[in-house]
């Protein structure tokens, strides 16, 4: 679908918005003592790739689906859109009129998968209703995660948020470390040394890589060169990809470890299944993920490598001390109430979503049911950290039903496992301290919609245009010291526009988020 067809057929769902009808459904507050009737809501959420989701015929029939109602007095009428095309699905959704009462984004109130909702009046602001019915959301809530779910200076999404924006790691098999004999790496140089090291073990794919450089960006991290990102320079804002010198240096490492085999040829195709699937078969020495994902990572490697020892490790600098991954945004999710839905029972919902940052909520999503998932042994909680793939799967599920909440790492559970506390430590003594700043918008550029092949793919991916000239200078059909043209082709295109808009921007502080690097 092209993006004129998406904002006509958008214009059309916002003019059947404006003439629709108001609901007028109430909750599960007490009145004379006595309980009202449960609160009866439809609401629309991402499956975040979990397979046990997404082969769901009905995702309300769920157990963890009926137990959050029971525990919460609600009637969830749940629609799951898979995370593999959700920004479509969501833009179907909006230009259809079809749109729940609570609607769940990726990110903030005006970035991709909210379609111009929230600047078109589809959504009511929360404010008021939450100073009166939230006291914990209001507690807790950063003032950087409101910042991205408001627009013109009212809230328009209660967001889930991340109290640690660092979150990917760069992880290592550390039993093949102690093979080499060589300490961890800490340079560029000192990560070649070990890539090639593990080549001579024997390791298949020493580093793994992925496609659009997604989870396989280590060595552009180290340069402060990562393609989807922004910084300020002379008071103007700039790709991080301006850089030619340390750019022409990141391609030159990629270029070695490619001519080396130190990373597989294919590189520039492998999808998310096949990286996931090489590094759970064994075949990987070092490679980047989600640290909160450690424990699920150890286990399945030694489900194929029972000897195999997993670790997160620093990520190598470079020449100016950087090094790690994006920092992500403050806000991973979000939820919007459709401007339809009546006083009372949007109060209810807001109450529902502030159930979730109580006690109870916390042992649910973390936990499950007492003695069904979990027991109490003398005032301590017993839970047996699933280890199937199904068991995983089903259990990731209803955390992720934890819609609102610091989603940094649930530490009540993790606490209780040795894996757990390794990837509390490494979180906090590791991760928490590297990672790249940028420059966001919110609302999106405007200029972004004219030249799509010149915007971030996503926060991670970078401009179809450079991606393509990267990858060619990798494999050697393109010179990688005719990266400057890259930047004039850039600028040729509509770079000049971009730019100017986002300086403009930036310098009128006019929806604008700069974060710094870590170090």
């Known amino acids: 679908m092209t993006n004129a067809l998406r904002l006509i057929l958008l214009l059309i769902g916002i003019a059947m918005a404006v003439s629709s009808c108001s609901g007028t459904e109430s909750y599960n507050r007490e009145i004379d003592g006595a309980p009202e009737r449960a609160l009866s809501f439809s609401m629309s959420i991402s499956s975040s790739s979990n397979q046990y989701a997404e082969r769901l015929k009905d995702i309300n029939d769920v157990k963890w689906i009926k137990e959050l109602e029971k525990r919460t007095n609600t009637d969830l009428k749940i629609r799951m859109f898979p995370l593999k095309d959700f920004h479509e699905r969501m833009s179907l959704m909006f230009a259809s009129n079809d749109i729940p009462d609570v609607v769940q984004n990726i990110g903030g109130a005006t970035t991709t998968g909210m379609s111009g909702s929230v600047e078109a009046g589809i959504f009511m602001p929360l404010d008021e209703l939450l100073k009166e019915h939230a006291p914990n959301i209001m507690r807790e809530v950063p003032e ?15 967001p889930s948020w991340l109290s640690i924006p660092s979150r990917r790691a760069t ?50 991290g180290a340069f402060d060169v990562l393609p989807s990102q922004f910084e300020i320079v002379d008071d103007k804002v700039v790709p991080k990809f301006f850089d030619v010198e340390h750019m ?55 489900k194929a490598v029972p000897e195999a020892e997993v670790d997160i490790v620093p990520s190598p600098r470079g020449p100016e001390q950087s090094g790690g991954y994006l920092l992500y945004p403050n806000v991973a999710s979000s939820y919007y109430i459709n401007r339809k839905v009546t006083a009372d029972k949007a109060a209810s919902i807001v109450r529902f979503f502030d159930w979730m940052l109580t006690p109870e909520a916390e042992t649910y999503f973390s936990f499950g049911i007492e003695n069904d998932t979990f027991q109490y042994e003398d005032g301590e909680i017993r839970f047996d950290i699933p280890e199937t793939d199904e068991e995983i799967d089903l ?27 390794d990837m509390l430590s490494a979180m906090d003594n590791i991760v928490s301290r590297e990672g790249l700043g940028t420059v966001r918008f919110f609302p999106a550029l405007n200029s972004f919609a004219k030249y799509p092949d010149l915007v971030p793919q996503s926060d991670d991916v970078g401009p179809k245009l450079v991606i393509d000239h990267m990858i060619r200078m990798i494999y050697g059909a393109e010179p990688i010291s005719d990266w400057p043209k890259v930047i004039e082709e850039y600028m040729a295109k509509g770079g000049n526009d971009i730019l100017e808009e986002a300086t403009r921007r930036y310098r009128e502080n006019n929806g604008v988020s700069v974060t710094e690097n870590l170090k």
């Open 144 to 158: 950087e995660a409101w910042a991205e779910t408001s627009y013109n200076g009212q809230i328009f999404g209660i």
């Open 171 to 220: 992880y290592i098999r550390s039993d093949l470390l102690e093979q080499t004999g060589l300490p961890a790496p800490r340079s560029v140089e000192e990560f070649l040394d070990m890539l090639r090291a593990m080549k001579r073990l024997g390791i298949e794919y020493p580093y793994q890589m992925r496609e659009n450089f997604k989870y396989a960006d280590t060595i552009l």
């Open 248 to 302: 022409t240096a990141a391609l030159q490492t990629y270029k070695t470890m490619l001519d080396e085999e130190l990373i597989p040829k294919d590189f520039a195709t492998i999808t998310q299944g096949e990286y996931s699937k090489r590094i759970e078969g064994g075949q990987v020495g070092i490679w980047s993920a989600n640290a909160k994902s450690l424990s699920d990572v150890r286990s399945k490697i030694r």
């Open 395 to 421: 259990d990731s599920f209803r955390t992720g039903l934890w819609f609102v909440h610091d989603g940094i790492y649930m530490k009540q559970r993790e606490q209780l496992t040795e894996n757990g506390r």
